[in-house]
């Protein structure tokens, strides 16, 4: 374990900067609201994503890459996953193995690291049924109708987190009332399915649980009843997170789920709320079809995650020309974490104030540029911390917008020149035709026909 300045953190709970003092440093622990895969995730979505990636990169070299749990999670049971599936008339398992496998893509193209765990909620109803029967059983839940509801007035502090006053969380939850509920703030651990929705037994009947219950009973699994840091959007503190708490404070008798809770802001478009109705509404797949993922996720990095942003194509351009600057420099020098300096690593350790780091990494360019000794190593050190410059040079410099139009007849010329290379034993011209037909965003399948002839398939990569 690394010496290291101290990680300070700004805590919702508490609303303050505090000093990060994990539970047991030799066992870090993270969990990060996951997708609900129904749909392509917008860019809005890749904001929690690629901000607590950068956490994420930060305490596995604080603590040590083998001291972090990162748990991010797949919301594959909800009730927009049911009406989707039957608009398209698939099965659940098809539409949310398609819809997580495109997400899986899109955030590694993001250069985002895969979280160590990535549990599925279809996978741990065992132990959201053990959360809910702890909670009955200690008179925090109630069965009503096929239903089981959590009891608010059961838990004297509710409403810790988002500290709304009581009449906006009643308000709020009068959207949904119901006649079996105690309490207009009660709100649903179960409930029951009918014949054609996904339904497991329990001691209720047959049903499904309610989101909130989910997170609760798959951060208990992997982390444990207590762990460090919990994070997600602004928008999930009330109620997915207030009830997250209530849930698992009230089942394991806690005063605290998690130490840290921690919200990025919303990010908008072009100064708009994006929404599907305005037809702003940018998925990730759309933006990677015209940018190569470094720049949105450098553009990302940009603002202070807690900041709201505005996604703009101005910006964009900006981030992507930027990187075309750095990038020849930054490439040409190996990294390493010790590089990173003292004060780069400082403004990271401030709850993640990136606009400074970004600051230092220009200041970094500009030294590089005027040959000061160093300074190209921890540029790329640096950048290596944001999960930049990870492409090879002639990679990015040749990256092309897959929407694009592709020429097939060139591809095809440049597919038999290296085939013709190969064949003369000219590894090196194959090798180069290789990285331009990849930089040109293609993926070639190499094989041999029947013939054992040589030949090459291509497709363009996403
Ligand atoms: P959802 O699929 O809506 O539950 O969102 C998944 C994650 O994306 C959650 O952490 C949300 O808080 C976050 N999120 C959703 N929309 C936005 C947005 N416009 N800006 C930033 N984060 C968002
Ligand atoms: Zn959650």
Redesign the pocket.
């Known amino acids: 374990m690394s010496q290291h300045l101290p990680l300070r953190l700004y805590n919702t709970l508490t609303r303050q900067r505090e000093d990060f003092v994990p539970i047991d440093r030799s066992k870090v622990r993270m969990y990060v609201?996951g997708?609900?895969v129904y749909d392509l995730a917008h860019i809005?979505?890749a904001?929690?994503i690629i901000i607590f990636d950068v956490l994420y990169r930060l305490l596995r070299q604080l603590y040590g890459e083998a001291h972090v749990t990162y748990v991010r999670n797949i919301t594959d049971v909800d009730d927009k996953i049911n009406a989707r599936a039957a608009e398209r008339g698939i099965s659940i398992r098809a539409l949310t193995d398609e819809t997580a496998a495109v997400f899986h893509e899109d955030v590694a193209e993001l250069n985002c690291l895969p979280p160590d765990v990535e549990p599925r909620a279809t996978e741990h109803i065992a132990e959201m049924i053990a959360i809910i029967d702890k909670l009955v059983a200690g008179g925090h839940a109630y069965a009503a109708e096929g239903h089981v509801l959590f009891s608010v007035p059961s838990m004297a502090d509710y409403g810790g987190l988002s500290r709304r006053p009581l009449d906006e969380m009643i308000a709020g939850a009068r959207v949904d009332v119901a006649a079996y509920k105690r309490d207009d703030m009660d709100f649903v651990l179960w409930k029951p399915s009918k014949e054609s929705e996904p339904g497991w037994d329990s001691p209720w009947g047959r049903g499904r649980p309610g989101w909130h219950i989910e997170c609760s009973a798959m951060s208990w699994k992997h982390l444990g009843e207590t762990f460090d840091i919990h994070g997600?959007?602004?928008?999930?503190v009330f109620p997915h997170h207030e009830n997250e708490i209530a849930q698992s404070r009230c089942a394991f008798g806690h005063s605290v789920m998690a130490n840290v809770w921690m919200h990025?802001g919303?990010?908008q478009v072009e100064g708009e709320k994006?929404s599907k109705s305005l037809g702003n509404f940018v998925t990730i797949r759309d933006c990677l079809g015209d940018w190569p993922g470094e720049a949105i996720r450098f553009n990302m990095l940009k603002t202070h995650y807690r900041q709201p942003i505005d996604w703009t194509l101005a910006s964009l351009r900006e981030s992507k020309r930027e990187l075309d600057r750095m990038y020849p420099l930054a490439t040409q020098f190996a990294a390493s974490p010790a590089m990173a300096p003292p004060e780069f690593v400082a403004a990271l350790c401030d709850d993640l104030n990136l606009p400074e780091a970004i600051t230092i990494l220009r200041r970094l360019y500009t030294e590089a540029l005027e040959g000061v000794a160093l300074a190209g190593t921890r540029l790329a050190s640096c950048g290596h911390m944001l999960g930049l410059f990870q492409k090879d040079l002639a990679a990015w410099n040749g990256w092309r917008p897959p929407s694009a139009h592709i020429d097939e007849l060139h591809v095809q010329r440049l597919i038999n020149a290296r085939i013709a290379a190969r064949k003369a034993k000219d590894f090196a011209e194959s090798d180069r035709i290789r990285d331009e037909l990849t930089g040109m965003g293609l993926q070639l399948r190499d094989g041999k026909d029947a013939n054992g002839e040589f030949f090459t398939h291509w497709d363009v990569l996403r």
């Open positions: 609201c997708p609900t809005g979505n904001r929690p997600g959007g602004i928008d999930l990025n919303f990010l994006m």
